[in-house]
Nanobody, 121 residues
Framework: QVQLVESGGGVVQPGGSRRLSCAAS????????MGWYRRAPGKQRELVAT???????DYAESVKGRFTISRDNAKNTVYLQMNSLNPEDTAAYYC???????????????WGQGTQVTVSS
C-alpha cells in the first residue's frame, strides 16, 4: 500500500505565506513526478505545480512567481511554498504522485486526502 499525507493547511491573511508538505509512505520503489492540485468551491480541480524526478518544474500561470514546488527524494516528500497569497488561492490542495511499488512493474498515480488553505482577513 502507498499513502500520501498532506499537512500545512490553515487560515492565512492576504499577502501571507504558507508551506504545504506531502509525504509518501509504503511499499515504494520509485517516485516519478509529484505535484499539487487544488479545487476551489464551485470550481473544477486545477493543476498548481509539478516537479519531475530530476527536478524540473512547471506551474500554473496564476501562481508563477508566487509558489515554489520542491521535493526531498530521501524523504519521499514534496513541498509547496506559497507566498503573496490572495483570496483566490483559497481551495483544498491535493498532493499527487506517480509511484512504482516494489510489487509491481507499473507506475500508478496516487492522491492525498487534501488540506484546506483559506486566505482571509
Amino acid at each position: 500500500q502507498v499513502q500520501l499525507v498532506e499537512s500545512g493547511g490553515g487560515v492565512v491573511q492576504p499577502g501571507g505565506s504558507r508551506r504545504l508538505s506531502c509525504a509518501a509512505s509504503g511499499n515504494i520503489c520509485r517516485i516519478n513526478a509529484m505535484g499539487w492540485y487544488r479545487r476551489a468551491p464551485g470550481k473544477q480541480r486545477e493543476l498548481v505545480a509539478t516537479i519531475e524526478g530530476g527536478g524540473s518544474t512547471d506551474y500554473a500561470e496564476s501562481v508563477k512567481g508566487r509558489f515554489t514546488i520542491s521535493r526531498d527524494n530521501a524523504k519521499n516528500t514534496v513541498y509547496l511554498q506559497m507566498n503573496s497569497l490572495n483570496p483566490e488561492d483559497t481551495a483544498a490542495y491535493y498532493c499527487n504522485a506517480y509511484i512504482m511499488r516494489y510489487d509491481s512493474t507499473y507506475v500508478n498515480d496516487y492522491w492525498g486526502q487534501g488540506t484546506q488553505v483559506t486566505v482571509s482577513s
